[in-house]
C-alpha cells in the first residue's frame, strides 16, 4: 500500500521535522534564525535546494541501482548539493547583495547541510517514488522554514525583554531551541 503524499508531506513539515525532531541543520537553525527576513529567506534558500536534491537523488538513485553501482551514492548526492547550492549562491549575490551579506558564511553552508543529505537519503532509504520524494522534499524543506522563522520571531522578541545575564545570548537561544522541539513533539500523536 502506498503512502499518502499528504501524509508524507504533514509527517516531513511537522510531526519529524528535521530540525526539532532529527536535529539535523542545527548551524543555519541557531545562526540564521536571529531576524525574521533572514530566517525566511534563507528557508526558501534551503528548501529550493532541498527540491533539487530530491528530484536529482532519485534520479541518481534509480541510475546506480541499474549500473549495480549502489556504493557511488553518497559521494553523487553530496556532488548534486554542492552544485546546486552554488548555483543558490550566485543567483542570490546578483539578485540581492544585501541578502547575500545577510546570511554570510551561512550561505554556503548549506552544502555541508546535514539536513539536506539526510534527507536524501532518508527518502532512498523509505524507497519513495518520485511523486512522493517531491513532497517529503517540500515538507522537509517547509518544516525547516517554519522552525527558522519560529525561532526568528521568539528570538526578536526576547531581544527586547529583560533576561537574567546568565541566561542572555547563547543560553537563552538553546533554551528556546529546546522549547520548540518540546512542541513539535505534540504532533507525533497525528
Known amino acids: 500500500m502506498s503512502e499518502s503524499v499528504w501524509r508524507i508531506f504533514i509527517n516531513a513539515c511537522l510531526i519529524n521535522n528535521f530540525v526539532l525532531a532529527y536535529f539535523l541543520g542545527i548551524c543555519p537553525f541557531l545562526g540564521v534564525s536571529g531576524k525574521y527576513e533572514?530566517?525566511?529567506?534563507?528557508?526558501?534558500?534551503?528548501?529550493?535546494?532541498?527540491?533539487?536534491?530530491?528530484?536529482?537523488?532519485?534520479?541518481?538513485?534509480?541510475?546506480?541501482?541499474w549500473l549495480n553501482a549502489p556504493y557511488l551514492q553518497l559521494i553523487s548526492f553530496i556532488v548534486v548539493i554542492a552544485s546546486t547550492v552554488q548555483l543558490v549562491e550566485m543567483f542570490i549575490k546578483k539578485m540581492s547583495p544585501a541578502l547575500f551579506q545577510a546570511l554570510g558564511i551561512f550561505l554556503p553552508l548549506i552544502t555541508t547541510n546535514c539536513a539536506i543529505l539526510g534527507l536524501v537519503l532518508f527518502q532512498t532509504a523509505k524507497g519513495y517514488t518520485f511523486v512522493q520524494s517531491i513532497f517529503y522534499a517540500l515538507g522537509a524543506g517547509v518544516g525547516f522554514t517554519i522552525a527558522l522563522i519560529l525561532m526568528a520571531g521568539v528570538r526578536e522578541q526576547t531581544a527586547f525583554a529583560n533576561s537574567p545575564k546568565v541566561v542572555r545570548g547563547t543560553v537563552l537561544t538553546l533554551f528556546i531551541a529546546g522549547i520548540l522541539s518540546l512542541s513539535f513533539m505534540g504532533f507525533s500523536g497525528m
Open 38 to 65: 533572514t530566517a525566511s529567506k534563507m528557508g526558501l534558500a534551503v528548501t529550493f535546494v532541498m527540491l533539487i536534491s530530491a528530484v536529482c537523488g532519485f534520479g541518481i538513485h534509480a541510475l546506480l541501482v
